[in-house]
């Protein structure tokens, strides 16, 4: 399997060509892609469509089942306060990141809700730092405010 990360980047370029914030993920499970997404709030006028919402509501029709037991979620922004409750939620083992968000990060950044001792559920957070992840999102905002 690929560096899921890099996997995650595909979403995120795609969803910059829809003229969407360039957020990927993708959820794994036993080395094989189970759900993907990709931004999609603009689109869907939506405003739940982040890219890790979508990919855990595929992966969880995929597996028929709101349990994501053992399976990884990798993204290239990490996760804002909505996404970790929904990760959390979904009982996602791991999140692998690769990119921080200043703004709404929610998995060390500026809280960490992913491994709240409080909660019934915790996960494994992984910051693996890719410049490709952070590159695209500056991009996008620098041609978006012009």
Known sequence: MNDPVILALDY???AAQAGE????AVVIKDGQIIGVGENQKEHSHDPTSHAEIVAIRQ???HLGDW??????????LEPCPMCAGAILQSR?????FGAKDLRWGAAGTIVDLLTEKQFNHQCKVT??????????????????RG
């Not at 890719?130 to 991009?139: A, T, V």
Request: proline content about 5%; charged content about 25%.
């Open 59 to 61: 992966a969880a029709a």
């Open 21 to 24: 914030v360039p957020v990927g």
């Open 127 to 144: 910051y693996q730092p890719n410049s490709e992840c952070e590159s695209i999102l500056k991009q996008f905002f620098k041609e978006r």
């Open 92 to 96: 996602i083992a791991e999140v692998i």
């Open 12 to 14: 995120a370029r795609k």
């Open 67 to 76: 349990r994501l037991d053992g399976c990884v979620l990798a993204c290239t």
